[in-house]
């Protein structure tokens, strides 16, 4: 046959397809047998999603290229076997069409399923195989799932990779074209309209679709399939959800780098692939991979812990988190939520008779995300409330690539949710004081209040009412809270006045809800030993608060005790801030009964400098601490300019004078300043 050059891959499948059924028809004619479905399905279909992998004669001639290594990546292991059991029979074809001989310069060899029993020693024999092939100076197609299935020697290779061509409508109405089950025009347009959605479906299904005599039938099936696949994606999408401007950003980065991929305008490696979500509990982290999952319209898979825990023992937990691997990698393009991370923990503590369990399962989970993360088409989106239980290698870049906090709404998002809610039973109705009560509270407690405010509304059979919101905040908000209201607010004045006062970095942001109430700002990446007894002031500086304005001090101090114990222990003992001496010991604040006496004289007498520092920079700044102690119990959040207005006024003091110092008024904010990337803290 003389080659020829091909306008298109649609030309090059379609001409491939017709020598394989011409070449049978003869075969089967020359031993007397009928013509009639002269090739299965399975070696056209393959054969078609080879040719559209290679696209044209030249690719294909590259496939003999001398020492070259050709790696077709498909993550499926059902077609990275299939494809290998048909490829004597789709060379042979592809040796007519291009008039070469592929047959005797190239050699395919196929990387095992996962989910083998005996997977070790399957992926040995692939590697030996392929060396074998190596060592001949054989050209060699690879199937893989990815390029850490490769040998040593095969990943040193000249290489060219390509991904392994999806099943699509034009494929099978190409397929359909040179057999017994030639579409109409109209099927056929309908195939290939539906390219995308097709090219998701599960290869077996297809197969099994074409195997219907009848080509309506066959379409019916595929296309049933289709719908029934894209009603995973009917759920809430990201435009229904109120999502801060800095997460919007960055899922709607994530958005624009799937499309690019899915249009070739962009390589997987350069896809935002995997998030950590953390953040309180009932903040929406889940509603925001499954609602990231129907925009960028991915199959979802759900991969928690507990779901793969509630399987069994330890290895029917391995197995259940395999399996939802499998499912992603064999569904994509995909999201997989991992839900509670916090459950891997540390393997660095001491987890008791666990110790072993949780050895085992961090490994296998550090295994699996390396996995989901060089699979392309594979999204890994993960949650959990407490970021700072997690194993440290989970966390680190190139397994969660970014952390993202999600926290409860901003007063307007809280309002937003309301609205939403509430529909055209909001209008009407000032929610003004029910978005205070309820600012820092959860999206989940939000949307709540609004529920139950309808369904009382519903019994009664009236419209909802202004006092319907207010009965279910009264329900929801503590008796407690209200009654300590002004109490809270005074602390967290001091922390976050305390912070400007002792040159440390400004807040923020602070916030006054039933929920949490709190005051946040970074803290210097590199910490001096003043700076050490600075922050312990901050820390201290509710509670001094507190007792200039009441005369006593409340137990709401108690987490403010532990993080400034935290951190002295941590100066003295780990840190090297307050003596010469340089060994680190890793006394824990959990066990304080077991420190020697000089570990508490030295503790005490940081804890009394700090106490004393802090008394100063509450006492020099009374007034700025109850005006804002003032805004922050009728605004309820405090941020950026307001923030900034509030705390304009703060007298800076020196940190290691017994006398008040005044440096300056308003100049504090700059001399606070600190690298970007310094972590966050809350007091």
Not at 109 to 121: E, F, L, M, T, W
Not at 168 to 179: A, K, L, P
Not at 206 to 230: F, Y
């Amino acid at each position: 046959m003389t080659r020829c050059n091909f306008s298109c891959p649609t030309m090059y499948i379609r001409t491939l397809l017709k020598h394989m059924v011409n070449e049978t028809t003869k075969e089967r004619e020359s031993q007397g047998k009928h013509p009639s479905n002269p090739s299965s399905n399975v070696d056209l279909i393959y054969a078609a999603r080879f040719a559209a992998t290679l696209r044209d004669v030249e690719r294909t001639l590259a496939l003999s290229s001398v020492m070259t290594l050709t790696m077709i990546k498909a993550s499926s292991a059902f077609d990275r076997e299939i494809l290998a059991e048909h490829s004597e029979l789709i060379l042979a074809s592809l040796s007519d069409v291009c008039d070469a001989d592929l047959m005797s310069n190239v050699a395919v060899v196929y990387a095992p399923g996962p989910r083998q029993s005996d997977g070790s020693r399957s992926l040995s024999s692939f590697h030996r195989d392929l060396d074998t092939l190596i060592s001949k100076g054989i050209s060699v197609v690879a199937l893989v799932e990815g390029v850490d299935d490769l040998s040593d020697a095969a990943s040193l290779m000249s290489q060219v990779e390509m991904d392994f061509s999806p099943v699509t409508g034009t494929i099978i109405s190409e397929v359909m074209r040179v057999t017994t089950q030639a579409p109409s025009r109209r099927l056929s347009d309908l195939l290939s309209s539906r390219d995308k959605q097709i090219a998701a479906l599960p290869s077996s299904l297809v197969l099994g679709a074409l195997r219907q005599k009848a080509p309506g039938a066959a379409v019916h099936t595929i296309m049933t399939a289709v719908e029934k696949h894209t009603r995973e994606f009917d759920g809430q999408s990201l435009e229904g959800l109120h999502l801060p401007p800095e997460l919007r950003c960055h899922l709607g980065g994530i958005l624009t780098d799937i499309a690019d991929y899915q249009d070739g305008k962009t390589g997987w490696s350069d896809v935002s692939v995997s998030t950590l979500l953390h953040g309180p509990p009932g903040c929406g982290k889940t509603s925001i991979a499954q609602a990231l999952a129907v925009s960028a319209r991915l199959h979802f898979v759900s991969a928690s812990f507990s779901d793969c825990q509630s399987a069994g023992n330890l290895s029917d937990f391995l197995k259940a988190l395999e399996d939802r691997v499998s499912e992603a990698i064999a569904h994509a393009p995909s999201l997989i939520f991992m839900d509670e991370l916090d459950s891997y923990m540390s393997r660095t503590e001491n987890h008791g008779h666990n110790n072993s369990y949780m050895q085992l399962v961090v490994n296998a989970l550090l295994q699996v995300l390396s996995r989901l993360n060089n699979t392309p088409g594979v999204l890994v989106v993960a949650a959990t409330n407490h970021a700072n239980m997690i194993d440290a290698a989970i966390l680190r870049a190139g397994r969660f690539d970014h952390h993202v906090y999600v926290g409860p709404p901003s007063p307007a998002g809280v309002a937003e949710i309301l609205r939403k809610r509430l529909g055209s039973h909001a209008r009407g109705i000032d929610i003004g004081k029910i978005v205070v009560s309820l600012t820092g509270m959860s999206g989940a407690d939000v949307s709540t209040v609004a529920t139950k405010a309808l369904g009382a509304a519903r019994r009664s059979r009236r419209p909802v009412q202004l006092s319907d919101l207010k009965n279910e905040v009264d329900r929801l908000v503590p008796a407690s809270f209200a009654n300590s209201i002004w109490r809270i607010a005074v602390h967290e004045a001091g922390h976050a006045v305390a912070r400007v006062s002792l040159g440390m970095p400004k807040p923020t942001r602070a916030l006054l809800s039933p929920n949490s109430s709190f005051v946040e700002g970074e803290i210097p990446s590199l910490l001096r030993s003043d700076d050490v007894t600075a922050m312990i002031a901050v820390f201290l500086a509710g509670r001094a608060a507190e007792k200039r304005v009441f005369g006593d001090v409340s137990s709401g101090a108690e987490s403010d005790l532990r993080q400034a114990t935290e951190l002295a222990l941590f100066a003295e003992c780990r840190a090297g801030l307050t003596s010469d001496h340089s060994l680190h010991l890793s006394y824990s604040i959990d066990r304080s009964e077991a420190w020697p006496a000089h570990i508490h004289k030295s503790l005490s007498t940081m804890m009394e400098k700090a106490s004393k520092l802090a008394n100063r920079a509450v006492e020099q700044n009374l007034v700025t601490v109850l005006a804002f102690a003032k805004a922050l119990q009728i605004e309820r959040e405090l941020t950026g300019d307001r923030l900034s207005e509030l705390l304009s006024t703060v007298t800076v003091i020196a940190r290691h004078s017994d006398a008040p110092l005044a440096i300056s008024k308003g100049a504090s904010a700059k001399q606070a300043e600190c690298p970007r990337d310094t972590p966050q803290h809350r007091s």
